[in-house]
């Protein structure tokens, strides 16, 4: 169980376009359509922002956006603004042998 | 509005046992549709995936986890509970519980423990 590959930062403008992506494998992004994204706060706990692949919760803006190539899941965040600046994590269901969630590093977005 | 709340020692000495419940309000835990699940963040770093609990007692856990840790569930209190055994620094972490079986759509705000002696 290997954790997902995230860049460890990004950054942008308000109003700009930021795009985080997520490497695994074909055991854990590649094999499944359940690929999650989280938004944390500092000191807060993660909050889901997407859901298999691309599905938004509800109360979740339409700013914020996601899919999948392969063994790569992205996740993008459309005009920018100053309360998207947290951690964003991925994470995928990983069950070829058992049930396995896995997590990746986390990457640290910056509004300019 | 479902909520969680983690519960349990904010220290715990190396080599002993943690031991963390988790109690829902708001909904049941009895419900057919959702797993129940503990993760962990070290201090600065990121998310790992401890285990997740049915309510009818299935577990799953994290293969690197997996020969310290248990995980069961009280339906009657509407709480399930982590115990880790074998506590090292490393250990150390805030630690959560959350509803969700491959996404994690409700969390608790997280108890920090701290393993030292």
């Known amino acids: 169980q290997s954790a997902l590959t995230q860049p460890p930062s990004a950054s942008g403008s308000p109003g700009q376009s930021v795009t985080i992506s997520c490497t695994g494998t074909?055991?854990?992004?590649?094999?499944?359509?359940?690929v999650s994204w989280y938004q944390q706060h500092p000191g807060k706990a993660p909050k889901l922002i997407i859901y298999?692949?691309?599905e938004r919760p509800s109360g979740v803006p339409d700013r914020f956006s996601a899919s999948k190539s392969g063994n790569t899941a992205s996740l993008t965040v459309s005009g920018l603004q100053a309360e998207d600046e947290a951690d964003y994590y991925c994470?995928?269901?990983?069950?070829?042998?058992?049930?396995?969630?896995?997590f990746g590093g986390g990457t640290k977005l910056t509004v300019l | 509005q479902l909520q969680l709340q983690e519960s349990g020692p904010g220290l715990v000495k190396p080599s002993e046992t943690l031991s963390l419940t988790c109690t829902v309000s708001?909904?049941?835990?009895?419900?057919?549709?959702?797993?129940w699940g503990w993760i962990r963040q070290p201090p600065g770093k990121g998310l790992e995936w401890i285990g997740s609990?049915?309510?009818?007692?299935?577990?799953y856990y994290n293969p690197s986890l997996k020969s310290r840790l248990t995980i069961s569930v009280d339906t009657s209190k509407n709480q399930f509970s982590l115990k880790l055994s074998s506590m090292t620094a490393a250990d150390t972490s805030v630690y959560y519980c959350?509803?969700?079986?491959?996404?994690?759509?409700?969390w608790g705000q997280g108890t920090l423990v701290t393993v030292s002696s």
């Open positions: 959350a509803r969700g079986t491959a996404a994690f759509d409700y």
């Open positions: 708001g909904g049941s835990i009895s419900s057919s549709t959702y797993y």
């Open positions: 609990i049915y309510y009818s007692g299935s577990t």
């Open positions: 074909s055991s854990d992004v590649g094999g499944y359509n359940y």
């Open positions: 298999e692949v691309s």
């Open positions: 994470s995928s269901y990983a069950g070829t042998n058992n049930f396995d969630v896995v």
